[in-house]
C-alpha cells in the first residue's frame, strides 16, 4: 500500500498522477477517456456481443477470478468514479475554504440533472439522500398520518420499508397492513388485484417495494400508481432493486415517491441514493432534518428534504461519471443484457434436477434477480460453498431455503456458465 499523495493510490496502477485527474477534471471530462471508449465499443458491435461486455467489464476493479452476482446487495463501482472520487476529494482536502468547495457546486447540480434525466423526472422532483432507507424514512417520519389512517404494505418489503412503518405507527396511531402475495402462477393483473381488494376508504398509503428483494418479483406499478391516485391514495415505491437494473420512467410510472440506492443497480459512488417527490406531492411530507439551505431549499421541491449538514460533496459530485457509464450504454440495453443473462441462469438451473425457482419467468413481473432452491444442501450452505469453493459472491435466500444469484453489466455469460457448473458441482457434492 502506497502513499496516496505519492500519485499512486494503494499501489495500484489504474490511477491517474492527481495533476491528470484535476486536468481532465478542470476540462469537465469527470468520466476522462474511458466513456470514449465505451462508446466507441458502443458503435462497433451493434449486435451486442461478448467483447462489448467484456471491455465493460474491464473498467470495474473486481478481483480476477471473482465472479461477483450479488448486484441487489451493492455493486462495485468502476474507474471512472473511483479516479473522480480520489480527484475530487484529493482536491477538496487540499484546500477546504469556503471559496474551493464552491466550486463543487455546479457538479452538484449537474448529478442532480443527471439523475433527474435518467429516472425520467425534473431536477427539482430529486434529493441526493445516503441510501434507499434514508430515502424510504424521510417519506415514512414525513407523511401526516394519524388515528384511523391506513398504510398498506406488502409483506416483502425491505425493513426500511416495513418496520419504518410499524415503529411510526405505534407513536403516531396509524395502522398498517401487509398484503401477501401468493405464490406459484402469478400474473401483473393477479399481483394489482391482490393490491387492490385490500386498500379500504382509510387507506392513505400503498408503500412497496417495486422488485422484491426476496422473491424477484416485480409489481406492476404503472397501474397500481394510477389505481391509486384514482383513490387518492398517496404510493412510495421503494425502488433499491429497479433503479439502475429497469429501464425506468418515473413520470410515466405516475408514483408519489420513489427511493434507491446509487451504490447498488447505478454502481455509483458508496452512501449515494435517490429520493423521487413528484412535483406537487412534497407538501405532504414534512421534512425529518432540517438543516442550513433548507430556507431557500423551502420552495424548491424536493430539495428540502435534503439539508442534512455537511456532505461528502466528492460522493455527490461523483455520482456523474456513474450516470455517464449508465448513458453511454443505455437503460434498455442494460435491461436486455440483465434478462439475458437471468435468462441463462434461469435455463441452467431448470436442468439441474430437483431444483425450485422462486422467482416467476414472466418478464412483467420480475427484473434482474433470480431466487431458487437446490436440492440435499442448504441456502445458505450452498451459499457458503459458492464463495469458499468457487470465488462466486451471492446471496442466501430468505424467503425460501436457497439462493439469490443477480448479474449485472459486468457478468459475462461464461461467468453463468461458470456459476451454472459450480451448482452443479454443489449439488453432485450433496447427493
Ligand atoms: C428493496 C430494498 N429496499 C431497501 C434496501 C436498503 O438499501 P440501502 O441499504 O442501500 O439503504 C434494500 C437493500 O437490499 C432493498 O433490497
Known amino acids: 500500500m502506497r502513499n496516496p499523495v505519492a500519485g499512486r493510490y494503494l499501489g495500484e496502477q489504474w490511477i491517474l498522477p492527481r495533476r491528470e485527474v484535476l486536468k481532465r477534471l478542470a476540462a469537465g471530462a469527470a468520466l476522462g477517456t ?8 458502443t458503435a462497433q458491435d451493434a449486435a451486442d456481443g461478448e467483447t462489448f461486455w467484456d471491455q465493460v467489464r474491464e473498467q470495474f476493479p473486481i478481483r480476477p477470478g471473482l465472479v461477483m452476482m450479488n448486484a441487489a446487495n451493492l455493486c462495485p463501482t468502476h474507474y471512472p468514479v473511483l479516479e473522480s472520487l480520489f480527484g475530487l476529494t484529493r482536491d477538496l482536502d487540499g484546500d477546504v475554504s469556503f471559496q474551493n468547495r464552491a466550486r463543487f457546486a455546479p457538479s452538484k447540480d449537474q448529478a442532480r440533472s443527471r439523475l433527474a ?11 441526493i439522500t445516503r441510501n434507499t432507507t434514508e430515502a424510504n424514512n ?9 388515528a384511523g389512517d391506513e398504510v398498506v404494505l406488502w409483506s416483502e418489503n425491505h425493513e426500511s420499508n416495513r418496520s419504518a412503518w410499524t415503529v411510526r405507527a405505534r407513536r403516531r396511531g396509524f395502522s398498517v397492513r401487509e398484503v401477501e402475495t401468493p405464490t406459484g402462477a402469478l400474473s401483473a393483473d393477479l399481483l394489482r388485484d391482490r393490491f387492490l381488494e385490500n386498500l379500504t376508504t382509510s387507506t392513505r398509503v400503498l ?24 383513490r387518492n391514495i398517496l404510493t412510495l415505491v421503494d425502488g433499491a432493486q429497479s433503479l439502475g437494473a429497469l429501464d425506468l420512467n418515473l413520470h410515466d410510472m405516475g408514483c408519489d415517491y420513489f427511493t434507491g440506492s446509487l451504490h447498488k443497480w447505478p454502481m455509483g459512488p458508496k452512501e449515494t441514493g435517490l429520493l423521487y417527490v413528484r412535483s406537487g406531492s412534497e407538501d405532504r411530507v414534512w421534512p425529518s432534518m432540517v438543516g ?10 424536493a430539495l428540502k428534504f435534503e439539508t442534512f449538514g455537511q456532505r461528502d460533496d466528492s460522493a455527490i459530485s461523483a455520482i456523474v461519471p456513474a450516470m455517464d457509464l449508465l448513458a453511454s450504454i443505455g437503460k434498455e440495453r442494460i435491461e436486455a443484457r440483465l434478462r439475458a443473462l437471468v435468462a441463462r441462469l434461469r435455463r441452467g438451473i431448470e436442468a439441474i434436477p ?14 434482474s434477480i433470480l431466487i431458487f432452491g437446490l436440492p440435499g444442501i442448504t441456502g445458505s450452505d450452498a451459499f457458503e460453498a459458492l464463495y469458499r469453493d468457487h470465488d462466486i459472491g451471492s446471496a442466501p435466500a430468505s424467503l425460501i431455503d436457497g439462493v439469490r444469484l443477480s448479474p449485472h453489466i459486468y457478468n459475462s455469460m461464461a461467468d453463468v456458465d461458470r456459476v451454472l457448473d459450480a451448482l452443479r458441482e454443489i449439488v453432485g457434492r450433496a447427493k
Request: glycine content about 14%; charged content about 15%.
Open 34 to 41: 474511458l466513456g470514449g471508449k465505451w462508446l466507441s465499443a
Open 117 to 127: 434525466t435518467y429516472v425520467g423526472a425534473n431536477p427539482q422532483e430529486i434529493a
Open 138 to 146: 424521510i417519506i415514512v417520519n414525513g407523511l401526516d398520518l394519524g
Open 207 to 230: 408503500a412497496v417495494s417495486h422488485v422484491s428483494n426476496i422473491s424477484g418479483i416485480g409489481l406492476p406499478m404503472k397501474s397500481l400508481s394510477e389505481a391509486c391516485r384514482e
Open 292 to 301: 442550513v439551505g433548507y430556507d431557500t431549499a423551502e420552495g424548491e421541491g
Open 354 to 367: 430437483g431444483t425450485s425457482i422462486l422467482t416467476p419467468a414472466d418478464s412483467a413481473i420480475n427484473a
